[in-house]
């Protein structure tokens, strides 16, 4: 069995040898076929790569594996980001404990036409405190403000980001992840004191 | 899964709420469960008799057939010794990298160990050697923490160990490593 190389580059750290490193992640969420992959593939110019999780409540079941989809890119010679695309909703816990806990943020993918997927998301970034943006998967600028308008009457924080995006676009999705970057770290700062941290959620294994 | 098994895990969830994490509940439904509960009374399932891999090293003989991923599964999970946990916090973003000292005794190692080493020599993260080793999350996070422990391979810093929100230093580390993208 060949494990190296083969589809998957041998990127490493553009930084010297020896250099202390350190990871940091983000999780892509919204419905299915709303972009959540080209938007990883998009930014990490790479093929993405598939992980296999046990979900905690089928556990004893081998064939049914959880595939999580993520990609890397190394933001500086120190640092390596992830994007993980959140397991379909439909299991609500399977895998998700795994993939969200410690993460930077989330982008929610939001698809007009199939808005519940994406809403069950931001319910649960929410719930755990996690903070997110709502990128609008290309809706047309006539009616972006009224979107944007009937989001936010949907009752999302105020402070939420929403933006429009295209997950084919580099620039795009930079300019999402930036905006993403910028809300959480807003929101790490207001919450400096932290009474009270994110309820920690268990590994999946 | 039998219901006496179901029901045996349902009582126990009632008995010990207090002293029970979110974790305790979601991890009584991990693999080993029934392992780990068999002196209570629950019969053991068909499932999990799988053999437990011997404590002493052994080299490990590659069959010559290719094997479907599903028993690959089944041995791997067999040479992690049934464990599902790791004494090592590792998180699927944590990168781990080959030391020197596995570089050196790669001749000598097991196969799955030596794999790890192959595919370390450049930094690679928990969920990047689960990819590419087409094993799952669990049994890689238990290689890893055991080659850890062993001086195999180093495990670096994560941002977020432990469920913690990453601090702002790191955040803005992100972000201006974004804007350089």
Known sequence: MDYVGSRFPDFGPPGPPGRELTSAKIVVAGGFGVGKSTFIRTIVENDLLTMTALPPERAGLVTELVRIQFGRVWLDPGLALHLFVAPQWQDPRAGWNDVVRGAVGAVVLFDVMRPADSVDAMRYFEDHRIPYVLALNNVHASVRSDVKAIIRGMGIAPEVPVVNCDPRVRLSVRETLISLAEHAKLDRWRRRPGPDETTPLAPVC | ?181
């Open chain 2, 1 to 181: 899964m039998s219901s006496a098994a179901d029901a045996h895990r349902r009582r126990r969830r009632v008995e010990s709420p207090a002293e029970q994490t979110f974790a305790d509940l979601l991890n009584g439904f991990s693999l080993d469960s029934g392992r780990k509960r068999t002196r209570g009374a629950s019969p053991v399932p068909e499932r999990e008799a799988t053999p437990v891999a011997p404590q002493e090293e052994k080299p490990v003989f590659e069959p010559s057939v290719p094997e479907s991923p599903d028993a690959s599964i089944v041995r791997a999970y067999a040479w992690t010794g049934g464990r599902t946990r790791s004494n090592i916090n590792l998180e699927i973003e944590t990168l781990v990298s080959a030391n020197d000292q596995s570089r050196q005794s790669a001749g000598i190692l097991q196969a799955e160990h030596q794999h790890v080493v192959e595919l370390c020599r450049s930094p690679r993260s928990v969920a990047e050697v689960a990819a590419l080793m087409r094993l799952p999350l669990g049994v890689v996070k238990v290689l890893l923490g055991d080659m850890a422990e062993r001086g195999l391979v180093d495990v670096h810093q994560t941002a977020s160990a432990g469920g913690v929100a990453p601090d702002l230093g790191l955040m803005e580390r992100v972000l201006s490593g974004l804007r350089r993208l």
